[in-house]
């Protein structure tokens, strides 16, 4: 424990941080050794990631736990957090295409998880500021989580067309239909 949590206070300060530094450096680790041992390097740097997806994403993601993410909007832990398993997703696609192309699609979902997941957390933050679990959600940020879903739409498709991926599209309109419904049912 680098930052001495041992309390539930000091979890909801520095637990997001001690996380995202311990992905980092399994991160880093992963990296630094899969241009000597392929194998190693990958699942050390898989190791990364499943801690990420277990830890931030799903056990103590801060949109549901209380979680300390930083002050300032977007420039806050969130951004490394997300940026993190991110840039791993695509680093892998790179220098592992091969097995990068044998799992496409869970990949290409991870990644429009991680996409949905910081867009989702950065508006909170605009209006929660730094515990995303804070009560209220005002009539602009619930009209906002609408205009942000079909901005991520516009952005799946757009990549989708780019990219020639029929899976972006699909996710494309799936949002684009959830932003109409939850628009005309609920806003």
């Keep these: 424990q680098v930052l001495r949590i041992d309390s539930d206070a000091a979890f909801i ?9 311990w992905e980092a450096l399994l991160a880093a680790i992963g990296i630094a050794v899969w241009r000597w041992r392929r194998p190693v390097g990958l699942g050390i740097a898989a190791a990364g990631f499943a801690h990420f997806a277990w830890y931030t994403l799903i056990l103590h993601n801060p ?3 209380d979680q300390a993410v930083g002050g300032v909007p977007v420039i806050s832990w969130l951004l490394p957090a997300y940026a993190l398993p991110l840039a791993l997703l695509w680093l892998f696609g790179r220098y ?3 097995l990068a192309e044998r799992i496409h699609t869970p990949r ?13 957390s950065a508006l909170r933050q ?12 005002g009539d602009l940020e619930d009209i906002l989580r609408s205009v942000v879903t079909i901005g991520l739409a516009i952005g799946f498709l757009l990549w989708g067309i780019a990219a020639k991926s029929r899976l972006w599209r699909v996710a494309s309109l799936l949002l684009m239909i959830a932003a109409v419904i939850k628009v005309f049912l609920f806003d």
């Design 126 to 137: 605009i209006f929660a500021g730094d515990l995303l679990t804070a009560a209220g959600v």
């Design 96 to 98: 592992e295409p091969v």
């Design 63 to 65: 949109l549901w736990w």
């Design 13 to 21: 300060r520095h637990g997001l941080i001690e996380r995202t530094l």
């Design 108 to 120: 290409a979902i991870a990644q429009m998880v991680l996409i949905s997941a910081f867009s989702a």
